[in-house]
């Protein structure tokens, strides 16, 4: 008989929401050292050209500037702010803290640090730059035909590859072949916070950093081998921080707070705008994707063929890396004996692209589900029967990385999914003929669970119990404002059968925590609660050992509950956890302490698939997402109400990718539109009552059988609210965001 759990499955509110509801919580904006600098930076307003000559003299008579850095004075080494660890791959060097050149309108040109934000900001006004204008490319097709202007000296293609799964075979007589082109947009991650750091230099040669960051350990690295200092007097903590979306991922602004702070010899905040955050850190990448599938005549796939080209902005950073994980997700999702992927990533004079929720699985998951729709309307089949027949199956291997893909419930979810959406009575009614139109539309989505396969995967974590019986579990966690920090907390609760108040959990800390590579790649509750799960389990057994010995019970007769070891069939022979922990350092002479290292050995696939029903106006090209469900293949979900959550914002964003969310560039490289008052977002009265369907079947390796939930939630999204626009007006929309003026052109 299964255990009945007590913690994990029940809804439990995020560590510090009290804190965030009465407004206590201290962000990286409201810190403040003794002595504390400020800088400001100077952004090129051009997308690109040579600076020539930089006037800083009236900037640096200004009262209270204590420095004024360019080119000229500041590091000249190229770095790569994707970095993980010392020596990755795919990671090009092609960014310099302050440039000489500028490539898009935000590139890094000046740094002011001074006593005071307002004295920093008018001396960047007064700093006089004369630059000589270049070609400016925007998209890549721009990029890849003009032979004579290099964004950068080695050529504007970045990388190109090639991927190749199965064996081709002619095709019967029966095949045929459906192509489609698809392009996704370049987004703005929107976070509440925008991006901050803050930086001290000692005189001890000690250098720290608080960083709201997604991997203070690779912070550390980029900055510590950048400036030349040993890892030892680089100190990097996290900090709370207000949303991320995988715009947290890289170091963006942490390397320039650091020099700054190094150079000046004291501590330095460098903070952005909303502005500056959405021009000058970086953006989803902007994709374009031709598939090309040949299928039966019955709906079988025989083979699919992709062509993605991926503008990765003015400088590489992860693009490349996410390009070539883009090409090996398809093959997560469905059954294919023959599949080539050609990817290339190109330099163009546009804001940065790197990464964002879903790690290239929203592009390309995009991309492939409308284009299943087209297979679908080609044929005549409906859209659920086509999907049925090619979706993978649990246990089946992953043809790119040859490992198992898991328990993948990913039928269940179409099945379960089509009969509380309603989906045949919807789709199979007359189609409207009036003002108003409405249709629905599905979409399937697969993603990971952790990094194991293609990179090192593993996490550590120390536990330790206080003398009255508290637990302190030091990690290298980042909490990204998600709950990571109270699911973690009800990990450990239901191993050790302990309230959750008497468990802290304490995030990343380079000097004072142990090793993590950080919160991305669906990660964190497939690794690292795993870590936490068995690290928890180890104290355990310590716990019981040392009741055994006061107890003068062998291990087997004895079993926790609440907070204390009991003797099987005898309550009245108990012991606390706090008498156990006096106990064991005052006569058996031990620690309760626990350092464990999990490594990862399985990476399943996460699935979903969501059916979103809308309503498109066709006198204004307006669309409202009326109804939504999303079905996805959980595990064991840890926090009910986390993950509920998660699911609706990720929904949320999603609708906006597909409808509203551009970054729009000029000819010139200028953003158009880069505040939230222009840059639009779907708002809470437009969003539907989404629903939400989970299929908990565990059978993987997380904790519990829990899988991840934070980026899937966000992938199927798209595509399913295309379709659905698509499947009301008999259209063949693929462009996205799917903008009122999309819609009339395609419907005249």
């Given at each position: 008989m299964d255990k009945v759990l007590k913690y994990v499955g029940q809804t439990f509110p995020i560590h510090d929401a009290q804190q965030k509801v009465r407004g206590t919580l201290e962000y990286l904006s409201d810190m403040k050292l003794p002595n504390m600098l400020y800088a400001k930076l100077l952004l090129s307003p051009i997308a690109h050209g040579r600076v020539l000559h930089i006037d800083t003299s009236k900037a640096e008579a200004l009262p209270g500037v204590v420095k004024v850095f360019t080119h000229l004075n500041s590091l000249t080494t190229t770095y790569s702010r994707y970095r993980i660890i010392p020596d990755q791959e795919f990671c090009k060097e092609d960014e310099r803290l302050l440039t000489d050149k500028v490539r898009f309108v935000g590139?890094?040109?000046?740094?002011?640090?001074?006593?005071?934000?307002?004295?920093?900001?008018?001396?960047?006004?007064?700093?006089?730059?004369?630059?000589e204008p270049l070609p400016v490319l925007t998209t890549p097709e721009q990029a890849l035909l003009d032979d004579q202007t290099y964004i950068h000296p080695e050529g504007?293609?970045?990388?190109?590859?090639?991927?190749?799964?199965?064996?081709?075979?002619?095709?019967?007589?029966?095949?045929?072949?459906?192509?489609?082109?698809?392009?996704?947009?370049?987004?703005?991650?929107?976070?509440?916070?925008?991006?901050?750091?803050?930086?001290?230099?000692?005189?001890?040669?000690?250098?720290?950093?608080?960083?709201?960051?997604?991997?203070?350990?690779?912070?550390?690295?980029?900055?510590?081998?950048?400036?030349?200092?040993?890892?030892?007097?680089?100190?990097?903590?996290?900090?709370?921080?207000?949303?991320s979306f995988g715009g947290r991922q890289e170091a963006i602004i942490e390397p320039i707070t650091a020099f700054l702070a190094k150079a000046v010899k004291g501590p330095v905040k460098l903070s952005f705008n909303r502005e500056e955050t959405i021009i000058s850190t970086m953006t989803r990448p902007a994709t374009t994707s031709r598939i090309r599938t040949t299928v039966t005549t019955e709906g079988i796939l025989e083979e699919c063929k992709v062509d993605t080209v991926v503008d990765a902005g003015a400088y590489a950073t992860s693009s490349i890396d996410n390009t070539s994980v883009m090409s090996k997700k398809i093959c997560k999702l469905y059954r294919i004996p023959y599949y080539q992927h050609h990817g290339r990533v190109v330099y163009t004079n546009t804001p940065i692209a790197g990464g964002a929720r879903g790690w290239g699985a929203p592009e390309i998951m995009t991309a492939l589900e409308i284009h299943m729709d087209a297979v679908a309307k080609g044929l005549n089949i409906d859209p659920v029967g086509l999907r049925l027949k090619n979706l993978v199956h649990p246990y089946d291997l992953d043809k790119a990385s040859q490992?198992?893909?898991?328990?993948?419930?990913?039928?269940?979810?179409?099945?379960?999914?089509?009969?509380?959406?309603?989906?045949?009575?919807?789709?199979?009614?007359?189609?409207?003929?009036?003002?108003?139109?409405?249709?629905?539309?599905?979409?399937?989505?697969?993603?990971?669970?952790?990094?194991?396969?293609?990179?090192?995967?593993?996490?550590?974590?120390?536990?330790?119990?206080?003398?009255?019986?508290?637990?302190?579990?030091?990690?290298?966690?980042?909490?990204?404002?998600?709950?990571?920090?109270?699911?973690i907390k009800q990990i450990v609760a239901e191993v050790l059968e302990l309230d959750l108040e008497k468990i802290t959990v304490l995030e990343a800390d380079t000097e004072n925590g142990p090793y993590d590579f950080g919160s991305y790649g669906s990660r964190v509750t497939y690794i690292c609660g795993a870590c936490a799960y068995e690290v928890a389990k180890i104290i355990k057994e310590k716990l019981l050992e040392c009741a055994s010995r006061s107890l003068s019970k062998p291990k087997q007769y004895l079993v926790i509950e609440r907070g204390r070891v009991r003797t099987i069939g005898n309550d009245s022979r108990?012991?606390?956890?706090?008498?156990?922990?006096?106990?064991?350092?005052?006569?058996?002479?031990?620690?309760?302490?626990?350092?464990?290292?999990?490594?990862?050995?399985?990476?399943?696939?996460?699935y979903a698939v969501h059916f979103a029903e809308v309503e498109v106006d066709t006198e204004t090209g307006r669309v409202k997402v009326v109804d939504y469900l999303a079905a996805h293949d959980i595990g064991k979900a840890i926090n009910p109400g986390m993950v509920e959550g998660q699911i609706q914002g990720g929904v949320q964003m999603g609708i906006g990718y597909a409808l509203y969310e551009e970054l729009k560039i000029a000819k010139d490289g200028r953003i158009i539109n880069a505040s939230f008052k222009n840059y639009h977002m779907v708002n809470a009265p437009d969003m539907p009552i989404v629903k939400t369907l989970l299929i908990e079947q565990g059978g993987d390796q997380g904790p519990f059988g829990a899988k991840s939930i934070g980026e899937i939630a966000f992938v199927p999204v798209a595509a399913a609210v295309v379709n659905a626009v698509n499947n009301a007006l008999g259209t063949s929309l693929s462009v996205l965001p799917l903008t009122p003026e999309k819609i009339l052109a395609s419907i005249i």
């Open positions: 590139d890094r040109v000046a740094a002011v640090v001074a006593t005071s934000l307002q004295i920093a900001k008018e001396a960047v006004s007064l700093i006089k730059v004369d630059y504007n293609l970045i990388h190109q590859y090639e991927f190749e799964l199965g064996e081709q075979v002619p095709h019967e007589e029966n095949c045929v072949t459906i192509e489609t082109t698809i392009s996704t947009q370049k987004v703005h991650h929107a976070a509440m916070e925008t991006h901050v750091c803050m930086a001290n230099f000692e005189s001890s040669g000690k250098l720290t950093l608080w960083a709201a960051c997604q991997g203070a350990f690779g912070v550390r690295t980029i900055v510590a081998d950048l400036l030349g200092l040993s890892y030892n007097n680089v100190r990097v903590v996290k900090v709370p921080m207000g949303g490992l198992s893909l898991g328990n993948a419930r990913v039928i269940e979810c179409l099945e379960k999914g089509i009969a509380a959406f309603g989906w045949s009575q919807r789709y199979n009614r007359e189609p409207d003929k009036g003002r108003f139109r409405r249709g629905v539309g599905l979409a399937c989505a697969a993603h990971k669970n952790g990094m194991y396969g293609g990179f090192p995967e593993h996490s550590t974590m120390t536990l330790k119990m206080n003398e009255d019986g508290s637990i302190i579990l030091n990690t290298g966690l980042h909490e990204l404002g998600c709950g990571t920090i109270t699911s108990s012991l606390s956890y706090h008498e156990i922990a006096t106990i064991a350092k005052t006569k058996d002479n031990i620690d309760l302490v626990v350092t464990h290292t999990y490594h990862g050995t399985s990476n399943p696939g996460a």
